[in-house]
Nanobody
Framework: QVQLVESGGGLVQAGGSLRLSCAAS????????MSWYRQAPGKERELVAF???????NYADSVKGRFTISRDNAKNTVYLQMNALKPEDTAVYYC???????WGQGTQVTVSS
């Protein structure tokens, strides 16, 4: 059983920044694809970004140039740096270990206009 614990969410004004962290349990973290998803009220959960074990990155078009995903395998942690935040980025953000299917509990990000 893998545990994923997100942190770093909160309330920020438009144009501001937040950094989300997701700490994973287990010894195989470095081999896994890690992703961030988000779900806004009344909408389906959508992929925001992922990072492979080799460092390959992929972003949703809506966040390209503003968000950066990274990982620290020594700390079993994946990050999502979010800059130039917009009100439409408001959502619950979830960490997902794509290789195994485990999800974190989610962290709320609210961007005020």
């Amino acid at each position: 059983q893998v545990q994923l614990v997100e942190s770093g969410g909160g309330l920020v004004q438009a144009g501001g920044s937040l950094r989300l962290s997701c700490a994973a349990s287990g010894s195989m973290f470095r081999f896994y694809v890690m992703s961030w998803y988000r779900q806004a009220p009344g909408k389906e959960r959508e992929l925001v970004a992922f990072i492979s074990s080799s460092g390959t990155l992929n972003y949703a078009d809506s966040v390209k140039g503003r968000f950066t995903i990274s990982r620290d395998n020594a700390k079993n942690t994946v990050y999502l740096q979010m800059n130039a935040l917009k009100p439409e980025d408001t959502a619950v953000y979830y960490c997902h270990q794509s290789t195994t299917g485990f999800w974190g509990q989610g962290t709320q990000v609210t961007v005020s206009s």
